[in-house]
């Protein structure tokens, strides 16, 4: 069984009518191949090429973006979790919150065959029997693997856009991190309600996760441009500069670059007259992956994921 589905949110404010200004949301749901084989795991790598492939038709960058649902994956090398967590293309990155930004686990990650470290984590079985609560419990063997997750852009993940990531707010509901191997309500659980507990082993076969998202709404919703023809790019991945593109209309403004290590660092800030439409910057950060946010007179005009060689 497979389904991929995505849906545009906004936040409806309460002077929407008057302002006209919000914050948008995408969501991509997912449900692809199951199964433990080789062609299972390559039907798994070619559903999400697909998905992603008609997602970069739609955007330049990843928006304010979550990619999420039943990914059936074994381990975080499979072929379809490499292409959210790293492309080749860093514009289209998704993270996956427990390894980063909270380094709760790090890569690489086999919650197939090491349950008990990914423990609190692992969503697939609610259930250590086949034949109970009924006949078509699905899968069983009470908790064992990690199917279920949601991937979050890098707007997110840095806050760029007024919609951030709680640190440490993804939680799998009614896995107490002692479910290896036993059903959700066995013994005793209080990571949630006892009725929640027993509705999660009685309902599905799968333990629901969620985290949480904090909307800022203090300012005007949507940081966009002053005007369309303000618009900046950069030449990725990164070697000795950053090579910087301006259009026409920032010409002649001041620029100010921030740029962020994976862990929400600053690693550089400049300030800088665009003086042509191109601007090289001298870039001594070290090699890795970075989130560089432009704005000028205090507006953020654009974002992107850079990888400095």
């Known amino acids: 069984m497979t389904d991929f589905d995505t849906y545009k949110l906004y936040y409806k404010s309460p002077d ?3 302002t006209h200004d919000t914050i948008f949301l995408y969501v991509t749901l997912n449900h692809d191949n199951s199964g433990t084989s080789g062609s299972s795991a390559t039907t798994r790598a070619e559903q999400i090429a697909g998905e992603m492939a008609q997602i970069e038709t739609h955007f330049t960058t990843l928006p304010n973006m979550i ?3 039943d990914f059936n994956t074994h ?15 860093l514009n289209y990155r998704y993270y996956d919150p427990p390894f980063y930004p909270d380094a709760t686990f790090s890569y690489p990650a086999d919650w197939d065959d090491n349950p008990a470290t990914y423990a609190p984590c692992l969503t697939v079985s609610t259930r250590e029997s086949s034949t109970v609560p009924n006949s078509c419990s699905g899968d069983n063997n009470g908790g064992k693997s990690w199917y279920d997750h949601i991937f979050l852009s890098a707007n997110i993940i840095n806050n760029a856009n007024k919609i951030s990531y709680i640190p ?9 991190g002692n479910r290896v191997g036993v059903s959700a309500n066995a013994g005793t659980n209080t990571s949630a309600p006892a009725a929640v507990v027993n509705d ?3 309902m599905s076969e799968h333990y629901p996760i969620t985290l949480d998202l904090l909307v800022n709404t203090t300012d005007n919703a949507v940081a966009t441009a002053p005007a369309d023809a303000e618009k900046v790019t950069v030449v990725n991945p990164v070697a000795g500069q950053l090579e910087v593109h301006v259009t026409k209309g920032l010409v002649g403004k001041s620029l ?4 962020m290590d994976e862990l929400g660092r600053v690693q550089m800030e400049s300030n800088i007259p665009s003086t042509s439409e191109t601007i090289d910057i001298p870039c001594s950060i070290s090699p890795g992956m970075y989130f560089l946010k432009f704005s000028t007179n205090g507006q953020i005009i654009g974002q992107s994921v850079i990888q400095k060689r």
């Open 16 to 18: 929407l009518a008057t």
């Open 67 to 69: 990619n999420m649902g």
């Open 75 to 89: 381990t975080s090398t499979e072929a379809c979790y490499q292409t959210l967590v790293a492309p080749t293309n």
């Open 168 to 176: 440490h707010s993804f939680r799998v509901i009614g896995n107490d």
């Open 200 to 202: 999660v082993f009685q």
């Open 256 to 259: 100010d670059i921030t740029c």
